[in-house]
């Protein structure tokens, strides 16, 4: 059974929200500010006086959470949520300049190769298309996509330094 705290508790979420939705203007941070004004009155409760009206007070700490808000976010500074931008995820800058620099250093090379053998690999290696599917968009065999891909890539790993038979 709720005592008359709680009551008038429950009872003012909805103005606490509506003044919460007026400091901040973002429904998501109202309810944010809300929920901390409900935890710190819960905890402090007992300073509450008797007969005392609940509101004033549960404004006051609504007010001081946003001030507090305020200045987190102003120390804090930018704050990105990672999973709605995956771009903003840590990566390592090495690896990072390494791949790009690998990937413009392929697709020049990529850019000298005959037009038969660039489309096959185009096709197969960067579109993912089956053999079958990379013939029928050419219009030629499955043998011949085959056998252009083998050409293509052993002159792309040539004309990019990464020739096996002189490693070995």
């Not at 697709?107 to 990379?134: G, H, M, S």
Request: charged content about 25%.
């Amino acid at each position: 059974m709720l005592d008359d705290f709680e009551t008038e508790l429950v009872a003012a979420l909805p103005v606490l929200r509506r003044y919460a939705l007026s400091l901040c203007r973002r429904p998501d941070m109202a309810d944010d500010l809300v929920q901390t004004t409900v935890e710190r009155a819960v905890e402090a409760r007992g300073r509450v006086e008797p007969g005392a009206r609940l509101q004033p007070w549960l404004f006051r700490i609504l007010r001081n959470a946003w001030i507090d808000t305020g200045r987190r976010q102003a120390t804090r500074g930018t704050e990105i949520d990672v999973h709605a931008t995956p771009e903003a995820a840590v990566t390592d800058g090495a690896r990072a300049t390494e791949a790009s620099l690998m990937l413009k250093q392929t697709v020049a090379a990529l850019e000298t190769l005959p037009a038969d053998q660039r489309d096959v690999i185009v096709l197969v290696c960067f579109e993912e298309l089956t053999y079958a599917e990379a013939a029928g968009v050419l219009g030629v065999p499955a043998g011949t996509v085959m056998s252009r891909l083998a050409r293509g890539r052993v002159a792309l790993a040539r004309r990019m330094g990464i020739d096996r038979a002189a490693d070995a």
